[in-house]
């Protein structure tokens, strides 16, 4: 408790977040180890020279524990308990509060003086860092009670709040920032069936991972396959294949059904496109098969799915390619309808497959959506497959069962196309890299980042796929560190 309160506080001062336009604070505090570790923090604040003033949620004598001997601790210091009825006068006069009254184990429905409190801190308009979780988020399963605080900050000890990539606690987190309180290293081992999510974050991806000679040429930096699109879906088709262009694949050719081929020739020069065998509505026919099977075997890697339609047909045809060969299979959108009919041949591919639904497509491949991490990890190993759920966030949980999550994107990226433009990005990356874990890794979290850029320049509302596109260079250029 004492490493928790020292240590936020150290983090608070290097981060900036107590300048010297910061001299009130407001601790609001309750009786339980959260409590405590907001004792240790007035302490750290007025050696600092803050005032502090602390509003406690009940009274002194409830306190107990570890707590009560840090709150003794502060008998001889000099700070302000106010009642809580002098909240909004103090709020008034307040640079910054500090959330140390809830932790992580409630659960049930809010009660008072939580409710009052929550919510006048909420209105006053002022910086808030929450401690551990903000107060109202249920620590594991990422809900929130009624009340909860909007925290800008959210200073966690040890290790990151599952709940906190979560929806709807997510968004009331803000900056997650993690600090080390002197947990053993192999604290984590015995966990038994919970699982270990890892984030992505830039660190992870220093030195950025793709190396490149001065002597390459085209056919060494990635031969992209890509086997989309239909009549009404030529936009998926030339976003997919586009994107691994983009992304630094050598070259890329695209098969569509031969009524969308010279949309998609007149899209991009620099895409080369075939002609492929259709039906009646324009999707691809199963007498398409010889001529893709050619393509798949000369792809580093391949894109199947985007935007193909789901005529009997073609799923007919997506049976086939899983069952004859053996290229790396980036399985996307309407492919994933077609193999969720014979998931046989997802666990019997005969080289590493990815798969990215989003959550209605995932629902073609489970029975029903319970604990969503625990879901997917476990269709993961099942399958034998490397498995992206996109969403907010992104997940990724690789064939051993080890479960990632991604820490970049914003709201601006729920477009049509956003998921097409991940597929190209992964076939990209993977033809690229040795590590094929971690080019799916660099994938999700650099198009989260590319999705990023163009947020800051065209905002959220206005974001369209193809200025996600349009930023992936400008995104692998600063991750290079050029």
């Known amino acids: 408790m004492e490493n928790a309160g020292v240590k936020t506080v150290s983090l608070m001062s290097e981060n900036g977040y107590l300048d010297e336009s910061v001299q009130n604070i407001l601790v609001i505090a309750g009786s339980g180890n959260n409590g405590?570790?907001?004792?240790?923090?007035?302490?750290?604040?007025?050696?600092?020279?803050?005032?502090?003033?602390?509003?406690?949620?009940?009274?002194?004598?409830?306190?107990?524990?570890?707590?009560?001997?840090?709150?003794?601790?502060?008998a001889t210091l000099d700070f302000v308990t106010i009642p809580i009825s002098q909240l909004d006068e103090t709020?008034?006069?307040?640079?910054?509060?500090?959330d140390a009254l809830l932790g992580t184990g409630i659960s049930g429905k809010m009660k008072e003086?939580?409710?009052?409190?929550?919510?006048?801190?909420?209105?006053?308009?002022?910086?808030?860092?929450?401690?551990?979780?903000?107060?109202?988020?249920?620590?594991?399963?990422?809900?929130?009670?009624a009340p909860c605080i909007h925290a800008n900050v959210t200073i966690s000890m040890g290790y990151g709040k599952i709940g906190s990539l979560r929806e709807p606690a997510r968004s009331h987190c803000g900056i997650t920032e993690i600090i080390d309180i002197g947990f053993p290293r192999d604290s984590h081992k015995d966990i038994g069936d919970e699982i270990m999510i890892q984030?992505?974050?830039?660190?992870?991806?220093?030195?950025?991972?793709?190396?490149?000679?001065?002597?390459?040429?085209?056919?060494k930096v990635g031969k992209i396959g890509v086997i989309a699109g239909s009549k009404g879906y030529s936009g998926a088709a030339i976003m997919s294949a586009l994107t691994s262009?983009?992304?630094?694949?050598?070259?890329?050719?695209?098969?569509?059904?031969?009524?969308?081929?010279?949309?998609?020739?007149?899209?991009?020069?620099?895409?080369?496109?075939?002609?492929?065998?259709?039906?009646?509505?324009?999707?691809?026919?199963?007498?398409a098969l010889d001529s893709l099977v050619k393509l798949v075997k000369w792809s580093d890697t391949l894109v199947l799915g985007p935007g193909i339609g789901r005529n009997d047909e073609t799923v007919t045809l997506v049976h086939q390619i899983l069952k004859t060969c053996n290229t790396p299979l980036v399985l996307d959108a309407d492919g994933i309808f077609a193999a969720s009919q014979a998931q046989s041949l997802i666990k019997s591919y005969k080289n590493e497959i990815i798969l990215t639904p989003h959550w209605g497509e995932f629902k073609f491949l489970v029975a029903s959506v319970g604990d969503i991490w625990k879901q997917a990890?476990?269709?993961?190993?099942?399958?034998?497959?490397?498995?992206i759920l996109k969403g907010a966030p992104t997940i990724y949980c690789n064939p051993t069962g080890d479960v990632f999550v991604n820490s970049t994107g914003n709201p601006g990226m729920a477009t049509a196309g956003s998921g097409d433009i991940l597929s190209g990005l992964l076939a990209s990356f993977i033809a690229q890299g040795n590590d094929i874990e971690k080019m799916i890794q660099l994938a999700i979290f650099l198009h989260g980042t590319a999705g990023d850029f163009a947020a800051m320049n065209k905002g959220e509302f206005g974001l369209m796929a193809g200025d996600i596109i349009e930023n992936i260079p400008d995104a692998i250029y600063e991750m290079r560190g050029l």
Do not use: W
Request: aromatic share 6%.
């Open 91 to 98: 709020l008034s006069t307040c640079h910054l509060i500090i």
């Open 36 to 74: 405590g570790d907001g004792f240790v923090i007035v302490s750290e604040l007025i050696k600092l020279g803050k005032k502090v003033i602390l509003l406690l949620s009940t009274s002194p004598e409830k306190i107990k524990g570890d707590a009560r001997v840090h709150y003794t601790n502060l």
């Open 245 to 287: 262009l983009k992304s630094g694949a050598g070259i890329t050719r695209l098969a569509v059904p031969e009524s969308i081929g010279q949309i998609a020739e007149m899209a991009e020069a620099e895409l080369i496109v075939s002609y492929e065998k259709e039906t009646a509505d324009g999707a691809f026919s199963r007498n």
């Open 377 to 387: 990890q476990s269709f993961a190993k099942e399958m034998n497959c490397h498995l």
């Open 113 to 145: 003086p939580y409710i009052e409190i929550i919510n006048a801190c909420n209105k006053a308009n002022l910086p808030i860092i929450a401690i551990d979780v903000p107060s109202g988020m249920t620590g594991d399963e990422g809900g929130i009670l």
């Open 199 to 219: 984030a992505l974050e830039y660190d992870d991806f220093q030195p950025f991972p793709i190396k490149r000679s001065s002597d390459v040429h085209k056919y």
